[in-house]
């Protein structure tokens, strides 16, 4: 699937595939028509991570330029991170060379920063950039990746399925009495170019989910509304939670290693909007635990050939029962 190369000026002008996993249909529309794909009493859950400029590039004691993308940050205050030799984001991660370290973990490393606090958040955003592949056309800004509605700098890669929510969208799902609620999950590297690291992601990632949110989830689904997640790290958030306390959800801040994907049944969320993925991804994957494969198959022939774009800055695909 060809990948979107920058991010548009109206995102909520984008395509949108509905897709509705028992009925086994399937329709083209537009973000801009979300609000009345949806419908009163629905609950949007929306994960309010901005994105961190994670992308730090140095060079070793011997002067051999390294870059350090930072993959989590772990609950002693130190970041596990994955490193790379020369290059920038303008060749293909799968074509970087490895960096200039001893085995037994040549990219996958810890990291501690001498700075903590203020000073540590001010340097990154002095000198980090965020973290972009070469199928870009250009350079990227850090607030091109940022959803409209991000707060803490949890995630070192954007929650990419609320980009193309803007506030207009928003403002127009909450006049048809869709509710909204949010949580911050820390969504981490989808790429790192090494088939063995890549294979294990998504690694542990921590989230926060207010009282609020779960008070707001449980009320939906006791009065028989859809809850619907805005990207895999939401679900990931929720049912992981679930998981762990026995199917209840609880709020606060935790870790999940939860995975979707094939033979998963989702307990609290019905819905998912997210982006548009080609059979084999992993993130394609993820998406049976919402549809049969053979339906995900037949939509994404559908897409490919209708010319919908994947990957961060791409088109959009809800997932959801009528």
Known sequence: MTPACWPVDRPEEGRLLHVEPRARRYRDARVADLPSLLRAGDLLVVNDAATLPASLVGRTESGERIELRLLSRELDGTWTGVLFGAGDWRRRTEDRPPPPVLPPSPRLLRVAFDETGAALWSGLYRTGRPVQYAYMEAPLSLWHVQTAYGARPWSVEAPSAGLPLTWSVLLLLRKQGVRLA????????????????????????????????????????????????????????????????????????????????????????????????APGSSHHALLQAFAALPLLQEVAAHAEARGYLGHEFGDSCLLLDA
């Open 182 to 277: 949010s949580l911050t999950h820390a969504a981490g590297l989808s790429s790192t170019g090494d088939a063995a690291l890549d294979a294990a992601l998504p690694r542990p990632e921590r989230s926060d989910i207010p009282a609020a949110t779960v008070e707001a989830v449980l009320h939906t689904r006791a009065s028989g509304g859809r809850v619907v997640a805005v990207g895999t790290t939401v679900v990931r958030a929720l049912e992981g939670r679930a998981a762990r306390h026995g199917g209840w959800l609880v709020a606060g801040e935790e870790v999940t290693d939860l995975l979707l994907g094939p033979g998963f049944v989702p307990r609290l969320v019905h819905g998912l909007l997210t982006g548009v993925h």
